[in-house]
């Protein structure tokens, strides 16, 4: 199981026991469904409650798009993207864009921007390919999603013939309402649901990650199983000190109360940058509001280091970092030894690239620590779809109760529609009349 280790986390113990209370109502209000935002608390026991027929259904579906498709185009935002592109990423060789022989299809993301450019390259390059599409989308009406899926599936039924088309066009939406779900059931598209208890960025467990992850070719029967493991052991009737969950929600808090507004989440492998993205969007989403939150940043060392780096040791103190860290890369590649030794670096041959990593690792927490910076530290020992189940889950109910030991309702967003009413009314979209009305006074 992953671990967590908050020795270096610059706060007294006292100060994290504080929140004991506090997280046991939590947990409990989680459990009993009696917290705010009770209706999408589908998640909790979601790892545990998928069955392995529901593991076949979407495999299954997965293998058609496999069969029929050299690229498949993920379409969708926020919590309908950013769980399927993390996982990928972190279980996909680095290269795969550049060393793919055809025996997967590449997998493609859309729906997530409104870059004109970035959809034009995109439909360009799909011209000679062939393509499907996985349509997420909760709501289905969300604008970005929908623009890219218009595109998108014109140009699929226009290369493919609008009867193929259907076969690797797939739905995931809701069960009765939004356009995404009026265009499946007409035009005959498979199709699968996501729980109407079950928030966006909570949703990577549904068939919005799932579905897009198994058409990777990852193994999703052992990503469930991890996340149902860590559900085990983060449960209400596991004690305060044992509890993962308790334990970040309660030290992220503690931290906070005591000035440090800004949580970073760090990294010492590239491939987890989206899962930094996917952190990024729950802590976010979840927190952010009624004028109170840590605000989530991320960071990808040792990269960043040579540019955030000098912030972090020297700049504001109101920063802690949590560093996510691998303990066994998937490859080994040793350092050669070089007679000539022009670049001095003889005094790593033979040692592991990872070795160079783990030590960069090590001294840089060192460095902050002295430099101020609290330091919490995820241990994982493998970048598989098994640890990452449980990653997955462990942020996920650590920041339910970490939402609510901040007295905000963690499974609502109600912040995100400030600027959809806005862009809505500058277009002129039927029903905003009064809005763009008062817009345009303002202009
Ligand atoms: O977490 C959330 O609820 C949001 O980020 C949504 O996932 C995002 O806005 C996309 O919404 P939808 O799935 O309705 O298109």
New binding site residues.
């Given amino acids: 199981m992953i671990k967590l280790d908050i020795t270096k986390a610059l706060i007294s113990a006292d100060k994290i026991a504080a929140f004991e209370c506090k997280v046991a109502e939590a947990q409990k209000a989680l459990e009993e469904g009696t917290c705010a935002g009770n209706d999408f608390l589908g998640w909790l026991h979601l790892p545990s409650s998928i069955t392995p027929e529901f593991i076949a259904e979407i495999q299954a579906c997965a293998n058609t798009l496999r069969e029929m498709c050299d690229t498949v185009i993920v379409a969708?935002?926020?919590?309908?993207?950013l769980g399927a592109r993390a996982v990928i990423e972190a279980l996909s060789n680095s290269f795969q864009w550049l060393t793919n022989k055809g025996e997967t299809p590449n997998i493609l993301f859309a729906g997530n921007n409104i870059g004109e450019d970035y959809l034009y390259e995109l439909t360009t390059y799909l011209k000679d390919k062939k393509f499907g599409v996985i349509n997420?989308?909760?709501?289905?009406?969300?604008t970005e999603?929908a623009l890219a899926f218009r595109l998108l599936k014109k140009q699929c039924e226009e290369q493919r013939g609008k009867e193929e088309a259907r076969k690797v066009i797939v739905a995931v939406t809701d069960a009765k309402k939004?356009a995404a779900r009026t265009t499946a059931d007409k035009e005959g598209y498979t199709s699968f649901i996501?729980p109407d208890n079950v928030?966006?960025?909570?949703?990577v467990l549904t068939p919005v990650g799932l579905l897009p992850i198994a058409v990777a070719g990852f193994d999703i029967a052992a990503l469930v199983k991890g996340a149902a493991d860590m559900e085990a052991q983060t449960g209400i009737d596991v004690p305060f000190t044992e509890n993962m969950c308790a334990q970040y929600a309660a030290t992220r808090n503690a931290l906070y109360a005591d000035g440090k507004k800004i949580e970073i989440l760090v990294n010492y492998q590239p491939k987890l940058h989206f899962m930094s993205e996917w952190w990024k969007?729950l802590y976010g989403?979840s927190e952010g509001k009624d004028g109170k939150g840590i605000f989530p940043a991320s960071v990808d060392f040792t990269t960043d280091l040579h540019s955030m780096g000098q912030w972090i040791q020297e700049g504001e103190r109101t920063i802690f970092e949590t560093v996510v860290s691998i303990a066994t890369p998937e490859h080994t590649l040793l350092f050669p030894s070089d007679e000539e030794n022009l670049d001095g670096l003889n005094f790593l041959a033979g040692k592991r690239v990872d070795e160079v990593n783990k030590n960069a690792e090590l001294g840089t927490q060192l460095a902050h620590v002295d430099g101020g910076v609290p330091n919490m530290r995820i241990l994982v020992d493998r970048l598989d779809e098994y640890h990452l189940g449980q990653l997955i889950y462990f942020f996920e109910r650590a920041c339910g109760i970490s939402g609510l030991l901040i007295d905000v309702n963690p499974f609502n967003?109600p912040g995100?529609e400030a600027y959809k009413k806005n862009m809505f009314a500058l277009l002129g979209k039927p029903g905003y009349e009064k809005e763009t009305e008062a817009i345009k006074a303002r202009l």
Avoid: A, D, L, M
Wanted: zero cysteines; hydrophobic letters at 20%; a positive charge.
């Fill in positions: 969708g935002i926020g919590g309908s993207y997420i989308s909760k709501s289905g009406t969300t999603t939004g996501i928030g966006g960025r909570f949703s969007q989403e967003q995100v």
